[in-house]
Every structure is written in structure tokens, then in C-alpha cells.
């Protein structure tokens, strides 16, 4: 299984940003995904993403509104469109897939397998 993440860069306040993942190996159908992010100092934590059962979409408080996430099926891609960015969304943004994890779980990096390399968004004030 492979995931590549790509479309960080440098922003200003208020403007925006859209991430891409593209996977091999894995059922994009099947498989709950997400996006994370880890600012330095800070833990991981739960961005957007997919349960295993498809189309509802999750947000953390701090960007719903203001991110939208999606998926291709076919193409196995997942995007994160990201408006009204603020200099607290600078972070590595990684996306993740898991075969197995519950909904209950969603939010939690411990419970997906599969990471890819990450991409760095740095928003400006």
C-alpha cells in the first residue's frame, strides 16, 4: 500500500489551499480515510476524513466550515480543499487509510495502517 500526499505550500491568512492523496493498494471504497495533521511540538491529530461505509464526511471543530474533503472511488484519490486558512492550520498534512477502523475510532492515528509522507502547509500572518 502506498499514499502520497501533495499541494502544501505557503500561504497567507485567509486564503486557500487544496491537498491531494494518491493511493495504490487499497479499496478507496472499503477503507476509512482521512487526512491529519502535526504541528511541531504538537501530537497528531484528526483533520477530515471517511468512514469505512463511504460518503459521510467527519471534521475536526477547528476547520468545519472552512475545509471540505473528498474522494474518487475509481481514481483512489482524496482531496482537501482548505479556505480561510489561519497561521494555527500550519502543520505536516498526511493522509491515511485503514481496512479496519470503526467509526468510534476515526479520529484516532493510532487506528490507521497506512500513512503517507506528508506535506507541509505553512500560512502566514
Known amino acids: 500500500v502506498q499514499l502520497q500526499a501533495s499541494g502544501g505550500g505557503l500561504v497567507q491568512a485567509g486564503g486557500s489551499l487544496r491537498l491531494s492523496c494518491a493511493a495504490s493498494?487499497?479499496?478507496?471504497?472499503?477503507?476509512?480515510l482521512g487526512w491529519f495533521r502535526q504541528a511541531p511540538g504538537k501530537e497528531r491529530e484528526f483533520v477530515a476524513g471517511?468512514?469505512?461505509?463511504?460518503?459521510?464526511?467527519y471534521y475536526a471543530n477547528s476547520v468545519e466550515g472552512r475545509f471540505t474533503i473528498s474522494k474518487d472511488n475509481a481514481k483512489n484519490t482524496m482531496d482537501l480543499r482548505m479556505g480561510s486558512l489561519k497561521p494555527e492550520d500550519t502543520a505536516v498534512y498526511y493522509c491515511?487509510?485503514?481496512?479496519?477502523?470503526?467509526?468510534?475510532?476515526?479520529?484516532?492515528?493510532?487506528?490507521?495502517?497506512?500513512w503517507g509522507q506528508g506535506t507541509l502547509v505553512t500560512v502566514s500572518s
Open positions: 471517511f468512514g469505512r461505509s463511504g460518503g459521510r464526511t
Open positions: 491515511a487509510a485503514s481496512n479496519s477502523v470503526i467509526l468510534s475510532s476515526l479520529r484516532d492515528p493510532r487506528f490507521y495502517a497506512y
Open positions: 493498494g487499497v479499496t478507496f471504497s472499503r477503507s476509512a
